[in-house]
């Protein structure tokens, strides 16, 4: 059974930092693109970083150059690394393969920007 499991989310200040971890199971997980989305209250999910199994890396043009995904094979986590923080930043976020599978959605980790 594949299971997504992310974790580090929480309440920061705008200006703030945090590192979101995903780590899978129940896949091989080297050979496939992996992905962060994230969902706003009353906003469809949408795609905020991806990278492929070859490290070739993707970033939504509202998060270039705050936000830097990486990945730890040996671990089977997925990072990412988001600073300079917004409070439009603030929503549910997810990882999934990339392109996702509907299926796989995990319960996500709320990233609240406020102060």
């Known amino acids: 059974q594949v299971q997504f499991v992310e974790s580090g989310g929480g309440l920061v200040q705008p200006g703030g930092s945090l590192r979101l971890a995903c780590t899978a199971s129940g896949t091989i997980f080297t050979i496939y693109g992996m992905g962060w989305y994230r969902q706003a209250p009353g906003k469809q999910r949408e795609v905020v970083a991806s990278i492929s199994a070859a490290e070739n890396v993707y970033y939504g043009d509202s998060v270039k150059g705050r936000f830097t995904i990486s990945r730890d094979n040996v671990k089977r986590t997925v990072y990412l690394q988001m600073n300079s923080l917004k409070p439009e930043d603030t929503a549910v976020y997810f990882c999934?393969?990339?392109?996702?599978?509907?299926?796989?959605w995990g319960q996500g980790t709320q990233v609240t920007v406020s102060s």
């Open positions: 999934n393969r990339d392109p996702a599978v509907e299926a796989y």
